[in-house]
């Protein structure tokens, strides 16, 4: 089987080599404020403070426009530290370091560049764990793992005395670990919608108040702008309304990036050929597919610009960023792409990316789906989008179980899968992703057994396979594809 060759692999950092003071921290769920962050940071010296820090937050793309703005500074020769969350394959994902142009390079060949070892997570784990004492010892909550893992990035970063660095938040914004930096180099807020709504608000005003809680006083913003989202015309006008009001009064400038900054793109199978209003002598290439990708390269690229990196750096840098995951073409033959949408305003995205790069012939070759989701979030939705969305049929569609607790088991999800079916077919005339599918919705509840049983039948027969709703689910099975493709061949 021909491939793509996109990466190579190596160890992974397994759950053996993470010291416990993280793993253990995972009972404690997730809870926002930043009183824990706070102390937690006190007592280990404020190892955020003295960091020139690009804060990112939005509900979709974040990870995006962080690996574009991080390659983007590498590209100009900076030493970059990178935090993002959560990880596919490894632990040690989440904290990273480019180490100029050498580094960014690197880093596209072996995904695994960079990250920070298992000597020096044991070794400031050893601190954190400590710190977590004497917080105990004086009556405060134990933190949250994720707290945790954000005061491991700032130590790591400033020990290595990264030139600057990426930060991306967890949830939300306002409340999230990594609002205890005082003062940001800038604060990005990418494509707004509705997720984590449990936590984050039931409306736009609500979700785009919480995002907005990164910007500081006195630093530049700069938004995608919600009307070229999936937003309605009325929540844009809302979201654009709360940003703009929160900077106005902290007096930030903003700089709303939108599909007018685009003045060429040109999308093909492997990625698309950009040209930015702000960098019009340069012609930009990315490897993502996707109107929406085309959005958070110019967002970050924008932000470049303000901030002194020249149109050719950036050109690089885009050029050379990637992010595993995200509409990620993991083989060419059969055409095997991995997607971890996890929300409706994800799932349209993918839907119509693959739509425009693939869509003509997918209609001829249709491709497996398979599809694992998390049961906290909206799959109804999702299941519905993809059916409305796509402009090809599948030939089936493979539930399965995630190997993650909050998994929704494949029966229900299959469930969904058929009672939305039929609930499009008695609404629309045409569903070709849905036509006569009833016996071609499959259940696995061994997502691995799953894909690697689907990727041998579509190198039988040349079917192109999609693997999509969950990072968690995307992880699991680009392990498998990689550390098995000798087996798979």
Same mark, same amino acid.
């Given at each position: 089987?021909?491939?793509?060759?996109?990466?190579?692999?190596?160890?992974?950092?397994?759950?053996?080599?993470?010291?416990?003071?993280?793993?253990?921290?995972?009972?404690?769920?997730?809870?926002?404020?930043?009183?824990?962050?706070?102390?937690?940071?006190?007592?280990?010296?404020?190892?955020?403070?003295?960091?020139?820090?690009?804060?990112?937050?939005?509900?979709?793309?974040?990870?995006?426009?962080?690996?574009?703005?991080?390659?983007?500074?590498?590209?100009?020769?900076?030493?970059?530290?990178?935090?993002?969350?959560?990880?596919?394959?490894?632990?040690?994902?989440?904290?990273?370091?480019?180490?100029?142009?050498?580094?960014?390079?690197?880093?596209?060949?072996?995904?695994?560049?960079?990250?920070?070892?298992?000597?020096?997570?044991?070794?400031?784990?050893?601190?954190?764990?400590?710190?977590?004492?004497?917080?105990?010892?004086?009556?405060?909550?134990?933190?949250?793992?994720?707290?945790?893992?954000?005061?491991?990035?700032?130590?790591?970063?400033?020990?290595?005395?990264?030139?600057?660095?990426?930060?991306?938040?967890?949830?939300?914004?306002?409340?999230?670990?990594?609002?205890?930096?005082?003062?940001?180099?800038?604060?990005?807020?990418? #494509? +707004?919608?509705?997720?984590? %709504?449990?936590?984050? @608000?039931? *409306?736009? !005003?609500?979700? $785009?108040?919480?995002?907005?809680?990164?910007?500081?006083?006195?630093?530049?913003?700069?938004?995608?702008?919600?009307?070229?989202?999936?937003?309605?015309?009325?929540?844009?006008?809302?979201?654009?309304?709360?940003?703009?009001?929160?900077?106005?009064?902290?007096?930030?400038?903003?700089?709303?990036?939108?599909?007018?900054?685009?003045?060429?793109?040109?999308?093909?199978?492997?990625?698309?050929?950009?040209?930015?209003?702000?960098?019009?002598?340069?012609?930009?290439?990315?490897?993502?597919?996707?109107?929406?990708?085309?959005?958070?390269? #110019? +967002?970050?690229?924008?932000? %470049?610009?303000?901030? @002194?990196? *020249?149109? !050719?750096?950036? $050109?690089?840098?885009?050029?050379?960023?990637?992010?595993?995951?995200?509409?990620?073409?993991?083989?060419?033959?059969?055409?095997?792409?991995?997607?971890?949408?996890?929300?409706?305003?994800?799932?349209?995205?993918?839907?119509?990316?693959?739509?425009?790069?693939?869509?003509?012939?997918?209609?001829?070759?249709?491709?497996?789906?398979?599809?694992?989701?998390?049961?906290?979030?909206?799959?109804?939705?999702?299941?519905?989008?993809?059916?409305?969305?796509?402009?090809?049929?599948?030939?089936?569609?493979?539930?399965?179980?995630?190997?993650?607790?909050?998994?929704?088991?494949?029966?229900?999800?299959?469930?969904?899968?058929? !009672?939305?079916?039929?609930?499009?077919?008695?609404f629309y005339n045409r569903i070709p992703s849905m036509y006569n599918?009833?016996?071609?919705?499959?259940?696995?509840?061994?997502?691995?057994?799953?894909?690697?049983?689907?990727?041998?039948?579509?190198?039988?027969?040349?079917?192109?396979?999609?693997?999509?709703?969950?990072?968690?689910?995307?992880?699991?099975?680009?392990?498998?594809?990689?550390?098995?493709?000798?087996?798979?061949?």
């Amino acid at each position: 089987m021909n491939r793509r060759k996109l990466s190579m692999r190596t160890v992974p950092m397994s759950d053996n080599v993470v010291p416990d003071i993280f793993l253990s921290a995972n009972r404690f769920g997730i809870r926002l404020g930043l009183e824990r962050m706070t102390e937690l940071a006190g007592i280990l010296g404020n190892p955020q403070e003295g960091l020139s820090c690009y804060h990112v937050a939005g509900t979709n793309g974040k990870g995006s426009v962080v690996s574009f703005i991080a390659a983007s500074l590498a590209a100009s020769g900076k030493k970059v530290g990178v935090y993002t969350s959560p990880y596919l394959e490894r632990f040690s994902e989440r904290i990273r370091i480019l180490d100029g142009r050498e580094g960014l390079v690197r880093y596209r060949t072996n995904d695994a560049y960079g990250e920070i070892s298992a000597t020096a997570l044991e070794k400031i784990g050893d601190r954190i764990s400590k710190a977590v004492g004497q917080m105990i010892e004086s009556g405060s909550e134990h933190p949250t793992e994720f707290e945790l893992v954000t005061a491991a990035a700032f130590i790591y970063f400033r020990e290595h005395k990264c030139d600057c660095v990426v930060l991306e938040t967890g949830l939300g914004g306002r409340l999230d670990s990594t609002n205890i930096i005082s003062r940001p180099i800038c604060s990005i807020i990418t #494509a +707004l919608g509705y997720d984590h %709504m449990d936590r984050l @608000g039931s *409306s736009i !005003e609500e979700i $785009a108040t919480e995002k907005a809680g990164i910007i500081k006083s006195g630093c530049p913003v700069f938004f995608m702008s919600p009307y070229d989202t999936t937003l309605s015309p009325d929540d844009a006008r809302e979201a654009e309304a709360v940003i703009s009001e929160i900077c106005a009064r902290r007096g930030s400038g903003l700089t709303i990036v939108s599909q007018t900054d685009i003045l060429e793109r040109i999308p093909s199978e492997a990625g698309q050929e950009l040209r930015f209003r702000f960098m019009a002598e340069s012609r930009v290439h990315i490897r993502f597919i996707g109107r929406h990708q085309a959005l958070n390269a #110019a +967002l970050a690229a924008r932000a %470049m610009v303000v901030h @002194g990196l *020249s149109g !050719e750096q950036v $050109a690089e840098g885009l050029s050379e960023a990637v992010w595993k995951g995200r509409n990620e073409i993991i083989s060419s033959e059969p055409t095997i792409i991995l997607d971890g949408a996890h929300n409706p305003q994800g799932m349209e995205s993918f839907c119509a990316a693959v739509n425009e790069s693939f869509g003509r012939r997918f209609t001829e070759n249709p491709p497996r789906l398979i599809m694992g989701v998390m049961s906290d979030k909206d799959y109804d939705l999702m299941i519905r989008v993809m059916l409305r969305t796509v402009s090809f049929p599948f030939r089936e569609v493979i539930c399965v179980t995630v190997r993650q607790e909050r998994s929704l088991s494949a029966e229900r999800l299959a469930e969904a899968f058929r !009672e939305a079916a039929k609930s499009e077919n008695k609404f629309y005339n045409r569903i070709p992703s849905m036509y006569n599918v009833q016996g071609k919705i499959l259940i696995s509840e061994d997502a691995n057994a799953a894909f690697r049983d689907a990727v041998s039948r579509s190198r039988d027969d040349g079917a192109p396979l999609l693997c999509v709703g969950s990072l968690y689910l995307v992880g699991q099975v680009r392990s498998v594809f990689f550390e098995n493709r000798e087996e798979m061949d």
